[in-house]
C-alpha cells in the first residue's frame, strides 16, 4: 500500500476531530438559521400550503424599483472605487517603498475604527450646505477671490455625497483583506518576474494581481454585503437627500410601521439575498478554481518594489486618503466636541472638554465601554476561531451537508440584521432557552451578524494554505486537531487577525443589535450613541464616538502587530519545512 | 502559537466569567417596605410582597426613571426595576417577547400610544380601566385615551423651534399659519413623517385643522427633511435652517442650555407627544405591577415624571407646561394616516 492510498483513506475516514468540528458547526448552524426559518417560514407557508405571496409583494412594493436601483447604483460605484483604492493602497503598503513603518498600515483602516453613525454625522458637519464647517471655509476662501455664494459648494445630502461616504467606509475592508493576502502571498515569482524583466507594472498586473484572487473577491462580497446592509449613513444622510435604499425601508417597515410590517421588509430582503448570494457564489467559484498562489508552498520573502520617482506621490496619494477619509471627519467631531455644540462660529477660545467630561462621568456610559469591549473582545476571538475551523472543514471536507450548514450560517444576516435580530427574541427569549435580558442573547446575535463576514476572510486565508503542507504534516503522523493547531492556524494567522479586528470594531460599535437589544439595564456603546443622537447631543455624540475610536486603535494595532509577528512565525515555520 | 492560543482562550474565559456575572443584576429589596393605607392598595401590596420586582419597559429619559423609582421607593418600598429602551425598537421587543410567551416587562410606558392602543386591542395589553388599579378612577379624563383603556402619563407640547442667530424673538413664527409666509421658503428644516408615528400625529394634526392644502404648502416651504429630530436641531443650531418644525421644548431647551442659538415658541392650538402605560396582559408580578401603576398614575407618581421644568413636559395633574385650550390629544396612527400625511408633504 503506497503512501498517497492510505493518505487518502485517512482524509476519508471520520476522525474524532472531524466529528468534533462537524459537531460544532451543526450546532451554530442550528442556533443562527432556526430564529431566521421561523420568520420565513410563516411567510412561505400559508394555511398549511406554501405561498409565494412575499415574492409577489417584493415586485409590487410601492417605489420598489427606485428603491433597488439607488441602492444598486450606489453600491456597485463605491464598492468598485473602494475595491480598486483599497487594493491599490494595500499594494502600497505591503509591497513598495512607499510604505512608512506604523503609518501608512493604519491610515486606510482610520474610516472603520469610527462607528458608522459617527461617520455620517462627521460629515454631516463638514459638508451640510449651509452650516457645514468646510463648506464655510470654502467659502471663505471663494469670497477672497470675490466669489460670493450662500450654500455649498458641496452638498452631502445628495447621491454622490452618499456615494462618497459609502467609498469612504468600504475601503478599509477592501485593504485588510487585500494587506492579508498579499502578507500570505509568497513573494518569490514576483521577484523572478522582475529578474525577467518585467516592470513593476507588468509584474503587479501579471503575478501579483493574479494571486490576490481570492482576497480580492473575499473584498468584493464583503464590499457588496456591507454596502447592502448600511443603515446609519442612508438613514442620516439618504434621508435629508430624499434617497431611499432598501436597508432604511425594511427597518421603518418593522420598527416604524404599525403594525410592523415583517413580511414586506422580508420580501424586500429577497433582493439584498439575490444580489449578495451572487456575489458569494462568484467567490466561491474563484476559490475553487485554485488559480491563485498558496502559502507554504514555494514561499519566498517578498522584496520590497522600488516606485523610484513614484515614491512620493505615491505617499502624497496616501496622505491625501487619510486627510479626506479619516482626519477631516474626525477633525469635524472634535471641534464639535470640544465647542460643545454644532456651529459654524466657531469661538476658539472657548474650546473646552466639557462634552469628553460629561461622557467619562456618566456611569451608564462607561458601563458601556465596558460592556462593548469585553463583547467584543470575548464574541469576537470565539467567532474568528470558530470561522477558520469551518473554513478548514469546508474546505477538506466539502459535501453537500458541510455545504448547506455553511449556507445555514451565512444566509439569514443578508436577509437584513433586524429581521434576525427580531426572529432571536421569538425563539430565544421564552422557555427552555430563557435568554432574555442576559448577555448570551448579543453573543448569539452577533454569531449571526459577524459569522458570515468572519468567514469570508477565514475562507480567503484557509484557501492560501498549501495542501501540500497539511499532507506533509499528516504523512509525519500528526492528527486533524494538531494539523488544525499547529500548522493551518498559525498559516491563517495573518487573516484571521484581520478578521478580529473586522469582527471586534464592528461589535464595538455596533448599532443593529444595540437599538434591538441593549437598554439601560445592558448598556452598549450604541445605545449610548443612538441615544445622544435622538437628543441632538452631538458633541457628546462626537466626544463618545472619539474616545471609543481611541480605545478600538489601540485594540486594533495590538491585533495587528500580533498578526505581523504571526505572519513572520509562520514564513520561518514554512521555510524551515521546506528545508526539510 | 499553541501557547498564544492557549493564553488566548484562558483570556477568552476569563472575561466571559465576568461578562456572565454582568448579567441579571437589578431590583432590590424590600426591607423599607411600607404598607399603604388605602385598603385597596394594601392589599395589593400582601399580595405583591411575595412576587418579584416589578419591571418596566420605558421610554422616558433615564433621569425620569431614577426619580421615578426613588419616588416609590419612599412611597411604597416594594422594589422596581425600570429599563430604558430605545423609542425604536421598545415596541418590537414588547411585541416579540409577548408573542414567544417570553415577557418579562410588567408595564410598558411607550412613546408610541398608537401601539400600546393597538395591544389593549389584541388583549396583550390589559385596558387600564378594567385593570383594577386602585385610584384609576380619579385620573384627569384629558390624559385618557379611548375612554380610558389607556392613560397618557406625560405629554411634550409640539410647537416651533427657531435661530436666535437668524430670526430675532418678535419675528418668529408663533402659529403654525406663520410658517405659510414666504420669507420662511427654503428656511425650514422640518422631520420628516417617515420616521415615527407621532410625527405622523402633527402633521395629521395639521392636516384635519387646515386642510391638505395647507400641509401641502407647508411642505413646499421645507429646506430639508431630517430622519430624526436629535439630527435636525443639532442642524438649526448650526444655522443649516431658521426654524425647525415639528418640535419639542426639551429638545431646544436642552441645546439652549449648552449655549446654542435656540428657542422655542408653542402654538396654542397644538397636539403633543403622549407617553402612555400600558399593563401586559401575561405580566409576571402581576399585584406589584398593578401597585406600581396606581402610584405612577397618582399625583407624586406624575410629580416625578413631569416635575422636571426643563423637559417640557405636560402631565395630567397640572405639572410642568400648561396645555392651551386649543390643545388636542393625537388621533391613533394609521398607515392610510401615514399615507395622506407623506403625499401631501411630499414625503412620500
Redesign the interface.
Known amino acids: 500500500m503506497n503512501a498517497a492510498a492510505s493518505r487518502t483513506r485517512a482524509t476519508r475516514r471520520p476522525t474524532p476531530f472531524k466529528i468534533a468540528s462537524l459537531a460544532v458547526i451543526t450546532v451554530v448552524a442550528v442556533v443562527v438559521a432556526y430564529p431566521f426559518v421561523r420568520v420565513v417560514w410563516r411567510l412561505f407557508w400559508v394555511d398549511g400550503a406554501p405561498s409565494v405571496d412575499p415574492v409577489e409583494r417584493a415586485f409590487t412594493a410601492p417605489g420598489v424599483g427606485e428603491l433597488v436601483r439607488d441602492s444598486t447604483l450606489i453600491v456597485a460605484v463605491a464598492g468598485a472605487c473602494a475595491v480598486v483604492i483599497g487594493s491599490l493602497l494595500a499594494w502600497l503598503n505591503e509591497r513598495t517603498d512607499a510604505r512608512i513603518r506604523g503609518i501608512t498600515g493604519i491610515v486606510p483602516l482610520l474610516p472603520f475604527l469610527l462607528p458608522s453613525i459617527a461617520m455620517a454625522i462627521g460629515w454631516t458637519l463638514l459638508l451640510s450646505p449651509r452650516a457645514g464647517l468646510l463648506n464655510v471655509w470654502l467659502r471663505d476662501l471663494l469670497g477672497l477671490a470675490g466669489i460670493e455664494i450662500e450654500t455649498g459648494p458641496l452638498n452631502i445630502f445628495s447621491i454622490h455625497g452618499m456615494i462618497f461616504c459609502y467609498f469612504v467606509v468600504l475601503v478599509p475592508y477592501v485593504f485588510l483583506f487585500v494587506s492579508a493576502g498579499l502578507r500570505n502571498m509568497p513573494g518569490d515569482l514576483e521577484e523572478q518576474a522582475r529578474v525577467a524583466g518585467a516592470g513593476s507594472a507588468g509584474t503587479f498586473w501579471r503575478i501579483t494581481l493574479p494571486g490576490l484572487k481570492p482576497s480580492i473577491a473575499a473584498a468584493s462580497v464583503i464590499v457588496v454585503w456591507f454596502g447592502f446592509a448600511m443603515f446609519s449613513i442612508p438613514l442620516i444622510i439618504g434621508t435629508p437627500a430624499g434617497i431611499d435604499v432598501l436597508t432604511v425601508r425594511i427597518v421603518r417597515l418593522i420598527n416604524f410601521t404599525y403594525p410592523p410590517r415583517t413580511d414586506l421588509a422580508v420580501s424586500l430582503s429577497l433582493f439584498i439575498l439575490v444580489i449578495v448570494g451572487g456575489a458569494w457564489a462568484l467567490q466561491v467559484r474563484i476559490m475553487k478554481s485554485g488559480m491563485f498562489v498558496q502559502a507554504g508552498g514555494r514561499g519566498a520573502h517578498a522584496s520590497t518594489v522600488r516606485l523610484g520617482r513614484l515614491r512620493w506621490p505615491a505617499r502624497a496619494f496616501i496622505a491625501g486618503f487619510l486627510v479626506v477619509s479619516g482626519i477631516l471627519p474626525v477633525l469635524g467631531l472634535l471641534i464639535t466636541a470640544l465647542n460643545g455644540f454644532w456651529t459654524p462660529n466657531i469661538h476658539w477660545g472657548d474650546l473646552g472638554f466639557d462634552s469628553f467630561r460629561r461622557v467619562w462621568e456618566d456611569e451608564l456610559t462607561v458601563s458601556a465601554f465596558g460592556n462593548s469591549l469585553l463583547l467584543g473582545a470575548v464574541a469576537g476571538t470565539g467567532i474568528i476561531l470558530f470561522a477558520a475551523l469551518m473554513a478548514v472543514h469546508v474546505r477538506r471536507d466539502g459535501g453537500v451537508v458541510t455545504r448547506l450548514l455553511e449556507a445555514a450560517i451565512r444566509l439569514p444576516i443578508v436577509v437584513s440584521g433586524f429581521i434576525v435580530i427580531v426572529g432571536m427574541i421569538l425563539a430565544y427569549s421564552g422557555p427552555p432557552f430563557e435568554l432574555q435580558g442576559t448577555f448570551v442573547l448579543f453573543v448569539v446575535a452577533y454569531m449571526a451578524t459577524s459569522i458570515p463576514q468572519a468567514s469570508i476572510v477565514s475562507d480567503a486565508a484557509a484557501a492560501q494554505v498549501s495542501d501540500d503542507m497539511v499532507e506533509a504534516a499528516s504523512v509525519s503522523g500528526a492528527g486533524d486537531g494538531r494539523i488544525f493547531g499547529r500548522v493551518q492556524l498559525p498559516l491563517m494567522a495573518p487573516g484571521l487577525v484581520a478578521g478580529w479586528t473586522l469582527v471586534f470594531v464592528n461589535i464595538t460599535g455596533d448599532m443593529e443589535v444595540a437599538s434591538m437589544l441593549a437598554s439601560s439595564r445592558q448598556p452598549v456603546v450604541g445605545f449610548q450613541l443612538l441615544d445622544t443622537y435622538n437628543k441632538g447631543e452631538f458633541a457628546d455624540l462626537a466626544a463618545m464616538a472619539l474616545m471609543l475610536v481611541l480605545i478600538t486603535t489601540l485594540c486594533v494595532l495590538i491585533g495587528t502587530g500580533l498578526g505581523r509577528r504571526l505572519s513572520g512565525r509562520s514564513e520561518r515555520r514554512v521555510r524551515t519545512a521546506r528545508n526539510k | 502559537?499553541?501557547s498564544?492560543?492557549r493564553r488566548?482562550a484562558a483570556?477568552?474565559l476569563t472575561?466571559?466569567v465576568?461578562?456572565?456575572l454582568?448579567?441579571?443584576c437589578?431590583g432590590g429589596a424590600a426591607e423599607d417596605a411600607k404598607r399603604p393605607r388605602d385598603p385597596d392598595q394594601a392589599a395589593l401590596f400582601d399580595k405583591a410582597v411575595d412576587e418579584k420586582a416589578v419591571y418596566v419597559?420605558s421610554n422616558l429619559e433615564?433621569v425620569l426613571?431614577k426619580r421615578l423609582s426613588d419616588g416609590y421607593a419612599k412611597a411604597i418600598g416594594l422594589p422596581v426595576?425600570?429599563?430604558?429602551?430605545?423609542?425604536?425598537?421598545i415596541?418590537?421587543?414588547f411585541?416579540?417577547?409577548a408573542?414567544?410567551?417570553?415577557v418579562?416587562a410588567d408595564i410598558l410606558v411607550s412613546a408610541?400610544c398608537?401601539?400600546v392602543r393597538?395591544q389593549v386591542g389584541k388583549g396583550i395589553v390589559v385596558a387600564m380601566n378594567k385593570a383594577n388599579v386602585p385610584g384609576y378612577e380619579k385620573y384627569p379624563e384629558n390624559f385618557k385615551l379611548d375612554g380610558g383603556a389607556v392613560p397618557s402619563i406625560q405629554t411634550a407640547p409640539y410647537g416651533i423651534g427657531y435661530n436666535t442667530?437668524e430670526i430675532n424673538k418678535a419675528e418668529a413664527p408663533t402659529t403654525w399659519d406663520d410658517l405659510l409666509d414666504p420669507r420662511w421658503k427654503g428656511r425650514i428644516l422640518m422631520t420628516?413623517p417617515?420616521?415615527?408615528?407621532t410625527r405622523v400625529q402633527v402633521y395629521d394634526f395639521l392636516l384635519e385643522s387646515r386642510g391638505e392644502r395647507f400641509l401641502r404648502d407647508l411642505g413646499a416651504q421645507a429646506a430639508?427633511?431630517?430622519?430624526?429630530?436629535?439630527?435636525?436641531?443639532?442642524?438649526l443650531?448650526?444655522?443649516?435652517?431658521a426654524i425647525l418644525i415639528p418640535t419639542a421644548g426639551q429638545?431646544t431647551g436642552?441645546?439652549a442650555k449648552?449655549?446654542?442659538?435656540l428657542a422655542f415658541n408653542l402654538p396654542e392650538d397644538t397636539t403633543g407627544a403622549p407617553l402612555c402605560a400600558g399593563l401586559s396582559a401575561q405580566a409576571p408580578n402581576p399585584n406589584a405591577a398593578r401597585l406600581f401603576l396606581s402610584y405612577l398614575l397618582s399625583k407624586s407618581g406624575s410629580e416625578a415624571v413631569n416635575g422636571v421644568e426643563e423637559l417640557y413636559t405636560a402631565g395630567p395633574f397640572d405639572q410642568g407646561v400648561k396645555l392651551g385650550e386649543k390643545y388636542k390629544q393625537p388621533a391613533t396612527?394609521t398607515?392610510e394616516t401615514?399615507a395622506k400625511v407623506g403625499a401631501a408633504l411630499g414625503t412620500?
Open positions: 502559537m499553541t498564544l492560543i488566548a483570556t477568552a472575561l466571559a465576568t461578562g456572565a454582568l448579567v441579571g437589578g419597559y433615564e426613571n426595576t425600570i429599563e430604558k429602551i430605545a423609542s425604536s425598537s415596541n418590537t421587543r411585541a416579540s417577547e408573542e414567544a410567551r417570553a418579562r408610541d398608537s401601539f393597538a442667530d420628516s417617515k420616521g415615527s408615528a430639508r427633511f431630517y430622519p430624526d429630530t436629535g439630527q435636525a436641531v443639532a442642524a443650531a448650526a444655522g443649516e435652517g429638545v436642552a441645546g449648552k449655549g446654542a442659538p396612527v398607515e401615514a412620500g
